[in-house]
């Protein structure tokens, strides 16, 4: 069965560090991965997806994620945190059977000033 | 461009009742679904539209209903409320299923007592 994994619930970084938000996959094929980011009273936001080719994808806001086919791993990246980034943040992984996204249970990334 | 708009943003219902919740997408967008959020649970499909005319169940579609009334509106009906039916419920868009992104509304915001 295909699924997705985020095993921390809680991300803190002060701002100004770097941060990883981590994200595990299982999938049959090649797996189509997604980050969303959803602010407070908000639906989610798009922030980026890897399909094929260069494992580093870069997305809006500063974030990129890296594709690890070996660790079946897709975390989410930025060099620089900001106070603002703080947000649920869910990865993503299309089912190849039924063609639909199966979400991750979300991670919430704290940034301290 | 609204892009997903959602109405109600918050409803409170009595067991039994029955509410529709309505969306509309202005981006001319084929698939249509919708989610609900539970804490800890990430968001789980209740419905989907993959294109005008077509309706399929997700993973958590028993007590609800769905239309897609044209292109732009999918609507969402609970014909008996339950109170496991309490959550907060999103609509999305995307212009097909697979890989492209989804487009979210806001939410609404459903108790259920």
């Known amino acids: 069965a295909q699924s997705v994994a985020q095993p921390e619930d809680q991300v803190n970084v002060a701002e100004g560090n770097p941060l990883t938000v981590k994200c595990t996959y299982s999938v049959s094929g090649n797996p189509y991965l997604f980050w969303y980011v959803q602010y407070p009273n908000r639906g989610l936001q798009f922030l980026l997806k890897y399909i094929t080719g260069d494992n580093l994808v870069k997305g809006s806001y500063g974030f990129e994620a890296e594709f690890n086919k070996s660790q079946t791993s897709f975390h989410l990246k930025k060099p620089s945190a900001l106070v603002s980034d703080s947000a649920l943040y869910f990865c993503?992984?299309?089912?190849?059977?039924?063609?639909?996204?199966?979400f991750g249970t979300g991670t919430r990334l704290q940034v301290f000033p | 461009n609204a892009g997903v708009t959602q109405t109600p943003k918050f409803q409170v219902l009595k067991t039994g009742q029955s509410m529709t919740l309505q969306c509309a997408q202005d981006m001319n967008h084929n698939s249509m679904y919708w989610y609900r959020q539970d804490p800890g649970m990430g968001l789980r499909l209740i419905y989907y539209s993959a294109s005008e005319g077509t309706t399929d169940k997700g993973e958590v579609p028993n007590g609800y209903n769905v239309s897609r009334l044209n292109k732009r509106e999918f609507s969402l009906r609970l014909e008996s409320a339950a109170p496991s039916q309490t959550s907060v419920y999103f609509c999305?868009?995307?212009?097909?299923?697979?890989?492209?992104?989804?487009?979210f509304g806001n939410g609404t915001r459903l108790t259920v007592t």
């Open positions: 993503a992984v299309r089912d190849m059977g039924t063609d639909k996204l199966i």
């Open positions: 999305a868009s995307s212009e097909s299923t697979g890989g492209s992104p989804l487009h």
